[in-house]
């Protein structure tokens, strides 16, 4: 793709985002995953807002399988669109479903020069960890299925609401943390924190090696959105989702 069309691709995307409408982008012609990034990166620039981390999309089988997806695919995280303190939130026409996922704060820059990334140094890297709901959607009237239109269109990300700061527990603790979500109170279903590739540091494991292949890392206070620990919940107005993350606390939200 030339960098022109790339450009417009972008600047179209960013439109609908920033209005939330859909576009009739024909997503699925991309050829790569570098062209897929591009667009992305460049789509993020013409939003002009500060960032303030990264999500990510596809770290389970189960969220894969229902995504189309054959890889986990990230996106940097606008700074309107990390939400804390919200217990409302209004969908917009191209939300497809929220995650419940685990949201790590950044302690320092990682990996830092000739460090090596695995779980050990990223739980040194990483402060604290807390639940979060991550809304995700495309921009695209048409749903294209693959991995390429998914990291094009944000990597899916449409919010991320942050729960209440967790107490203190070890990170690595977490992998043993089992999640049930509710709507209107009544159990919907649960899920393992093991889900999201074994341990959701591996989650921040994964996502820092992918910064560094691009000489990028990890900055003091971003924050990492783990991606789906359940199922991909579909959720309409009117609905009230609450989430219990065992020792990180309890996030709700009611949907408008």
Not at 68 to 83: D, H, K, M, Q, R
Not at 96 to 116: D, K
Not at 193 to 201: F, K, N, T
Request: charged residues 25%; proline residues 5%; aromatic residues 8%.
């Amino acid at each position: 793709m030339y960098f022109e069309l790339k450009d417009a691709t972008a600047d179209i995307l960013a439109k609908s985002r920033r209005r939330e409408d859909l576009c009739d982008l024909p997503l699925n012609l991309i050829a790569s995953e570098k062209e897929a990034y591009d667009i992305q990166a460049i789509a993020q620039d013409a939003l002009g807002f500060a960032r303030k981390g990264y999500a990510i999309v596809g770290t389970s089988d189960a969220s894969r399988r229902t995504l189309g997806l054959t890889t986990p695919v990230f996106s940097e995280i606008p700074a309107y669109a990390l939400l804390e303190g919200v217990k409302e939130f209004r969908l917009p026409p191209e939300t497809i479903g929220i995650q419940c996922e685990f949201m790590f704060t950044v302690r320092r820059a990682y990996p830092e020069e000739r460090e090596l990334i695995n779980r050990k140094t990223a739980s040194d890297a990483m402060l604290a960890c807390r639940p979060a709901i991550g809304i995700i959607g495309r921009r695209t009237r048409r749903a294209f299925i693959g991995d390429y239109a998914a990291i094009a269109d944000f990597g899916l990300h449409v919010a991320t609401i942050c729960g209440d700061p967790a107490p203190r527990i070890p990170l690595g603790e977490v992998a043993k943390i089992d999640v049930t979500t509710f709507l209107f109170k009544h159990s919907v279903f649960s899920g393992e924190a093991s889900s999201v590739m074994g341990d959701p540091l591996n989650a921040v494991v994964w996502l820092a090696a992918e910064l560094a292949a691009k000489g990028r890392q990890l900055n003091p206070n971003d924050v990492v959105a783990t991606g789906s620990c359940t199922k991909i919940l579909q959720v309409w107005a009117g609905q009230h989702l609450a989430a219990d993350f065992g020792p990180l606390g309890q996030i709700e939200c009611i949907f408008s």
